[in-house]
């Protein structure tokens, strides 16, 4: 399709104006970054990998009745979304503690939690993307007492259908942050998932090696990334089983 307008570059993604009023087009990019973008490398085949990853969780969610931006994948690298207000907030959902929640509290990496943790951040790069509280939240008003209590309902839905494919393929689901934006139908709104899933976005443990196989693996060097992503991939079917490491991976329609 045409290249159309720029709307926003992230880190890993670009937004461009959708063939459609109401739509974008997102395209991913084979760029990882880490520690607030300090650490960056280009992984080749990355994008292609995270496009169609993304694709297959997304639809996965609007099948069990979550509802996603997500339209249709368009290529490789780039799938048609609906257009959607962001709530300026990241939305974590932790089942084991890890990363920052084990360097803030000093609990173990791996520990389970008593229940699924759900936490907020403010999404502002030059800030960090620090821990905001829910009082944070309605003081400055990212969010309504009610987007709050739907946002973690939606978040622990996504949670349930994320632990059940992962632990079925031999992965630990151990957490996950996702998007939430605004759709507006006539006079009323509603909140679906919208950015991405991924393994950037989410932590998972070969649950009898402990092997990561996610971002953590860039930030950690703990070996090559493009190994992990696609071992993923196999498991969950987007890769044939007997594919080789991703240079210009072979993606089953």
């Given amino acids: 399709m045409a290249r159309r ?21 997102q395209y991913f ?21 995270n496009n169609r990853l993304s694709e297959f969780f ?3 969610l609007n099948e069990v009745g979550v509802p996603t931006h997500f339209i249709r994948r368009l290529n490789m690298r780039e799938q048609l979304i609906r257009q959607v207000e962001i ?30 943790m759900v936490e907020f951040c403010y999404k502002d790069d030059g800030l960090g993307d620090p821990l905001v509280t829910e009082e944070n939240i309605a003081t400055f008003g990212w969010a309504s007492q009610q987007d709050l209590d739907d946002m973690v309902s939606l ?11 992962f632990m079925a393929v031999g992965i630990r689901l151990i957490d996950f942050k996702i998007e939430i934006g605004r759709v507006y139908e006539g006079d009323y709104q509603r909140l679906i998932l919208a950015d991405e899933i991924s393994p950037d976005s989410c ?24 190994d992990a992503y696609s071992e993923l991939a196999r498991r969950l079917g987007v890769l044939p089983s007997n594919s080789t490491p991703i240079t210009k991976p072979t993606l089953i329609n």
């Fill in 5 to 25: 307008k720029k709307i926003y570059e992230g880190k890993a993604k670009i937004l461009y104006e959708g063939p459609e009023p109401g739509t974008y087009v």
């Fill in 29 to 49: 990019k084979d760029d990882a970054t880490a520690f607030n973008a300090a650490k960056h490398d280009i992984i080749e085949g990355k994008g292609v990998l």
């Fill in 58 to 60: 997304m639809n996965g």
């Fill in 87 to 116: 709530i300026p907030l990241e939305v974590i959902v932790r089942n084991r503690a890890a990363g920052s929640l084990s360097k803030r509290l000093g609990i173990p990496e791996g520990k389970v939690l008593p229940r699924p």
């Fill in 155 to 165: 978040a622990l839905r996504v949670n349930d259908f994320l632990s059940g494919v």
């Fill in 203 to 226: 932590r998972l443990w070969d649950i009898e090696t402990g092997r990561k196989l996610d971002k953590d693996v860039f930030r950690q060097d703990l070996g090559s990334l493009s």
